[in-house]
């Protein structure tokens, strides 16, 4: 049997997580001299309520090897053999590599195993590397085996398109992703930076001046690179306002003949500190490059 594995930051909903037994190694969040585990010790609501009111910025780290190796000993004894662990981008995070380093550890101590691990470096973000979860779990149902699985992965995890767009700019300046100038200009003008993954980094690609104009992007960006014969689920992230996910499914509905499933789920609040309030996404399989 494969067993799926992930680090916190894939934001699937509580209910996929469930459905489909996928084992999370959750992030550590320190806010205020307290530490918690993303999703475990504090819920998302929770998160982006105290967000406003933090005098400092809270930090996050990556889960420890040992929680990685707690899911494959626990999924052992219930009959599992193969394990899928796909992890958020290594150019954002260290979490792969706690990943690698449970993996060579479990090794090293049983190295008799039949036991299969395979690490998955995402390059993604948030339910970037959700959506390929997720697609995962789809492919094991249509009988996928292990190494097919590890090879669509490995073929198309560059293709998932990611947008992501905020309404409050404080926390991309903080964690340096804009100049303090370029944001009070944005500000001023209701400028909204819209970014997405670049060489497994966030990159901004475009900006729109308000929400709406924003959401159109999206759209358009979306009748224009979606892959058909690979999409066949669409994940729209929010962090604190729901309404705007909301929005977003309908538009696309209204405006595009997309006929598979949107998903939409909240940010968790590792991903939720870098993002802050408002943040709105959309992940999809595009073309290829040509």
Same mark, same amino acid.
Do not use: C
């Given at each position: 049997m494969i067993k799926l594995m992930a680090d916190s930051t894939c934001d699937l909903s509580q209910e996929i997580v469930e459905k489909y037994n996928i084992g999370i190694?959750?992030?550590? @969040?320190?806010?205020?001299g307290?530490?918690?585990? +993303? !999703? @475990? +010790?504090i819920t998302a609501d929770e998160f982006f309520k105290l967000l406003?009111?933090?005098?400092?910025?809270?930090?996050? &780290?990556?889960?420890?090897? *040992? +929680?990685?190796?707690?899911?494959?000993?626990?999924?052992?004894? *219930?009959g599992y053999t193969e394990f899928l662990c796909i992890c958020m981008s290594?150019?954002? &995070?260290?979490?792969?590599? &706690?990943?690698?380093l449970a993996r060579d550890y479990f090794y090293e101590h049983n190295p008799d195993t039949e036991i299969k691990i395979y690490v998955l470096d995402s390059l993604s973000m948030s339910h970037g590397?959700?959506?390929?979860?997720?697609?995962?779990? %789809?492919? @094991? *149902?249509?009988?996928y085996s292990f190494e097919e699985l590890i090879t669509f992965n490995e073929q198309h995890k560059t293709r998932v398109k990611h947008f992501l767009c905020v +309404?409050?700019? $404080? $926390?991309? @300046?903080?964690?340096?992703?804009?100049? $303090?100038?370029?944001?009070?200009?944005? !500000?001023?003008? %209701?400028?909204?930076?819209?970014m997405s993954m670049k060489n497994g980094k966030g990159a901004i690609v475009a900006k729109e001046r308000g929400t709406n104009k924003a959401l159109k992007f999206y759209v358009e960006e979306f009748k224009r690179r979606n892959q058909e014969d690979l999409t066949d689920f669409i994940i729209i992230g929010y962090s604190s306002d729901l309404s705007l996910a909301e929005t977003l499914k309908m538009k696309i509905l209204a405006e595009t003949d997309f006929s598979g499933d949107i998903y939409i789920m909240?940010?968790?609040?590792?991903?939720?500190?870098?993002?802050g309030l408002g943040g709105v996404s959309m992940f999809f399989m595009e073309k290829e490059k040509t």
């Open positions: 190694a959750p992030l550590r @969040i320190f806010i205020e307290k530490t918690y585990r +993303d !999703k @475990i +010790d406003p009111n933090l005098q400092e910025l809270p930090t996050t &780290s990556m889960p420890n090897p *040992e +929680d990685y190796l707690t899911i494959i000993y626990q999924a052992m004894e *219930e290594s150019g954002t &995070s260290g979490s792969y590599q &706690s990943a690698v590397s959700g959506w390929l979860l997720l697609k995962s779990a %789809k492919l @094991i *149902e249509q009988g +309404d409050d700019l $404080n $926390n991309l @300046i903080k964690s340096g992703r804009l100049t $303090n100038a370029g944001a009070f200009l944005g !500000k001023l003008l %209701k400028i909204k930076p819209i909240q940010m968790g609040t590792a991903v939720g500190t870098h993002v």
